[in-house]
Nanobody, 129 residues
Framework: QVQLVESGGGSVQAGDSLRLSCAAS????????MGWFRQIPGKERESVAV????????WYRDSVKGRFTISRDNAKNTAYLQMNNVKSEDTATYFC??????????????????????WGQGTQVTVSS
């Protein structure tokens, strides 16, 4: 079992930057794909960004491409989501997730994210315009 603890959320103005962190409790962090998801009340949770265990491959939803960057530091068992030029539509509760896979094929990694995924408790990001 993996425990995930997010931090870094808060209230910012449109155009500002914010960095979310997700610390994982596992000794084999590089064997876990990491993802950031977000949800607003009344809507389904949506994927925002995914990174493979090595950190070599990433995926972003279209609406955040060029603004958000997912990264990881395997020595610190931590994944990050750098959010630049945030918009009001980025307001949501952000969750990090982890699932075990050594695959570097992003299509496969994203499919595997539907099974045996561990979730953090979520951190609120509020962007005011």
């Amino acid at each position: 079992q993996v425990q995930l603890v997010e931090s870094g959320g808060g209230s910012v103005q449109a155009g500002d930057s914010l960095r979310l962190s997700c610390a994982a409790s596992t000794r084999t962090f590089n064997n876990w794909a990491m993802g950031w998801f977000r949800q607003i009340p009344g809507k389904e949770r949506e994927s925002v960004a995914v990174i493979t265990g090595s950190g070599r491959n990433t995926w972003y939803r279209d609406s955040v491409k060029g603004r958000f960057t997912i990264s990881r530091d395997n020595a610190k068992n931590t994944a990050y989501l750098q959010m630049n030029n945030v918009k009001s539509e980025d307001t949501a509760t952000y969750f990090c997730a982890a699932w075990f896979t050594v695959s570097e094929n992003m299509d496969a990694v994203r499919r595997l994210g539907n099974f045996r995924t561990y979730w953090g408790q979520g951190t609120q990001v509020t962007v005011s315009s």
